[in-house]
């Protein structure tokens, strides 16, 4: 089946720094990716639609500034948290859809801590 | 705003028995997706609806979607350890746009 990969799985960073992580459809083409957040112990909160080749649209109360995101291509979105702070410490999970009104596939998820 | 109510919270049954799990929506959807996880892990695909009245199964795995499509369960016969996760269900009242709005989810444990 369709397969959605993200990376890093996990990483650690410093406040004030940046972080990226990447989303990629392995065998599809995906123009439309979705970003989620989710807290321990909580469920999945849709942060943006990432669309190819153009502006992603950012769910209300989402920092659009903080939370950057690039569709560069029809296989790979990338968000990238920026300056991060330990409020941002998150699991951040994307989704891709295999064709216009196909299934909607998760990745298995970027645990980001912040120190 | 759409809400979608999930129950039971959490569940725990003996190996081999039958459950229920449901999905509330309080508008009506364009698509229903149900999907497991493991805490701290990606989310995996099991099952869309988009039908009224749709019904789906995959081995030991049935879904059903109202004639409504504001409610949803997912049944699942002689359960497994295998079976034990954290199962979602997300709903897609934007217009089939892809973007979902999750349940709070319904932690299943089998006991051996």
């Known amino acids: 089946g369709a397969v959605v990969s993200q990376h890093p799985s996990r990483v650690i960073c410093k406040s004030g720094t940046s972080v990226k992580i990447e989303c990629r459809s392995l065998d599809f083409q995906a123009t439309t990716m979705f970003w989620y957040r989710q807290f321990p112990k909580q469920s999945l909160m849709l942060m943006a639609t990432?669309?190819?080749?153009?502006?992603?649209?950012?769910e209300q109360g989402v920092e659009k500034d903080k939370f950057l995101i690039n569709h560069a291509s029809l296989t790979l979105s990338t968000l990238t948290v920026t300056s991060a702070h330990p409020e941002d410490s998150s699991f951040y999970i994307c989704?891709?859809?295999?064709?216009?009104?196909?299934?909607?596939?998760f990745g298995e998820g970027s645990r980001l801590t912040v120190l | 705003s759409q809400e979608l109510e999930q129950s039971p919270q959490s569940l725990i049954v003996q190996e081999g028995k039958n459950l229920t799990i449901n999905c509330t929506s309080s508008?009506?959807?364009?698509?229903l997706y149900w999907y497991k996880q493991k805490y701290g892990e990606g989310l995996i695909f099991l099952m869309m609806?988009?039908?009224?009245?749709e019904e789906k199964s995959h081995e030991k795995i049935t879904a059903k979607l109202d004639e409504k499509k504001q409610q949803s369960s997912l049944h699942i016969t002689a359960s497994q350890p295998s079976h034990a996760g954290i199962y979602l269900c997300?709903?897609?009242?934007?217009?089939?746009?892809?973007?979902?709005?999750f349940g709070q989810g319904t932690t299943l444990q089998v006991k051996p």
């Open positions: 997300g709903g897609d009242g934007s217009g089939n746009t892809g973007k979902l709005i």
């Open positions: 989704s891709a859809r295999a064709g216009g009104a196909g299934e909607l596939f």
């Open positions: 609806l988009q039908k009224g009245g």
């Open positions: 990432s669309n190819e080749g153009s502006k992603a649209t950012y």
């Open positions: 508008k009506t959807l364009y698509g």
